[in-house]
C-alpha cells in the first residue's frame, strides 16, 4: 500500500518554463513533507521541504506548496534549468518515523 | 567533510554467497538507515537505526542483517544472496527522523549489487 505516490513517471518541460511535479499521500498523520533530487549513479540530495503548518515553502527557484485537505504536494521550478534534469522523490514522515518515499519522477528538461 | 561513505560501488554475487555492505558517516548522526531502490519502485527502507546498539526493521527487512555497535558504522549483511536482491542499496544518516524544516536525510552514493 503506498503511501507516497508520484503518479507521473516523467516530465518533460522546456528551459526556462515552470516544471511542475505532484505528490500525493495516504496517511493523514504525515506532518513533514521533502523533495530529494537524484542523478544517475549518485545518492539523492534534499532539495526542499514544509512541514504541515505551512502552505508554501520558497527557495530560490524552488518552492513547495502543500494542500492539507487534498493531501496534495506540488513542487514548482522556476525557471526550469538544464541543470535540473533528474529523477525528483516526494517523501514524508510523521512523528518520529522514518522517512517514507515516492516513486520518483523523472524531469527532462530540454534547452 | 566526507558525509556518508558507502563500499564498494559496484558488486557482482553468485545465487547463494553472501556479503556485508559497509556504511559509515563522518556527521556524528545518532539515526542511520539503509534503503533499496529498485528500477520504478521509489526507495524502500530495509533497516535503521536510532542509535548505537539499537537497531529495527523497516518494510523490506528479510533477507538481510544489520548491526549498530558504533555512532559511525551501520554495515548491511545479505546473507544466502538471490536474485531478487538485485538492486541499488543507499545508506543515509540524520539528526532524528523528523530533521525539522531546512534538513534532510543525508545519503551516500549508492551500492550497485547484481546477483545471478
Known amino acids: 500500500d503506498q503511501q507516497v505516490k508520484q503518479n507521473s513517471p516523467s516530465l518533460s518541460v522546456q528551459e526556462g518554463r515552470i516544471s511542475i511535479l505532484n505528490c500525493d499521500y495516504t496517511?493523514?498523520?504525515?506532518?513533514?513533507f521533502l523533495w530529494y533530487k537524484k542523478y544517475p549513479a549518485e545518492g539523492p540530495t534534499f532539495l526542499i521541504s514544509i512541514s504541515s503548518i505551512k502552505d508554501k515553502n520558497e527557495d530560490g527557484r524552488f518552492t513547495v506548496f502543500l494542500n492539507k485537505s487534498a493531501k496534495h504536494l506540488s513542487l514548482h521550478i522556476v525557471p526550469s534549468q538544464p541543470g535540473d534534469s533528474a529523477v525528483y522523490f516526494c517523501a514524508a514522515n510523521s512523528g518520529n518515523t522514518p522517512l517514507v518515499f515516492g516513486k520518483g519522477t523523472r524531469l527532462s528538461v530540454i534547452a | 567533510n566526507a558525509g556518508v561513505t558507502q563500499t564498494p560501488k559496484f558488486r557482482i554475487l553468485k545465487i547463494g554467497q553472501s556479503m556485508t555492505l559497509q556504511c559509515t558517516q563522518d556527521?556524528?548522526?545518532?539515526?542511520m538507515y539503509w534503503y533499496r531502490q529498485d528500477p520504478g519502485m521509489g526507495l524502500k527502507l530495509i533497516y535503521y537505526?536510532?542509535?548505537?546498539?539499537?537497531?529495527d526493521k523497516g518494510e523490506v527487512p528479510n533477507g538481510y542483517n544489520v548491526s549498530r555497535s558504533t555512532t559511525e558504522d551501520f554495515p548491511l549483511r545479505l546473507e544466502l544472496a538471490a536474485p531478487s536482491q538485485t538492486s541499488v542499496y543507499f545508506c543515509?544518516?540524520?539528526?532524528?527522523?523528523?530533521?525539522?524544516?531546512?534538513?534532510?536525510?543525508?545519503f551516500g552514493s549508492g551500492t550497485r549489487l547484481t546477483v545471478v
Open positions: 556527521m556524528n548522526h545518532n539515526y
Open positions: 537505526s536510532v542509535g548505537a546498539g539499537i537497531t
Open positions: 543515509a544518516s540524520s539528526y532524528t527522523h523528523g530533521t525539522g524544516e531546512g534538513y534532510g536525510y543525508t
Open positions: 496517511n493523514s498523520m504525515f506532518d513533514y
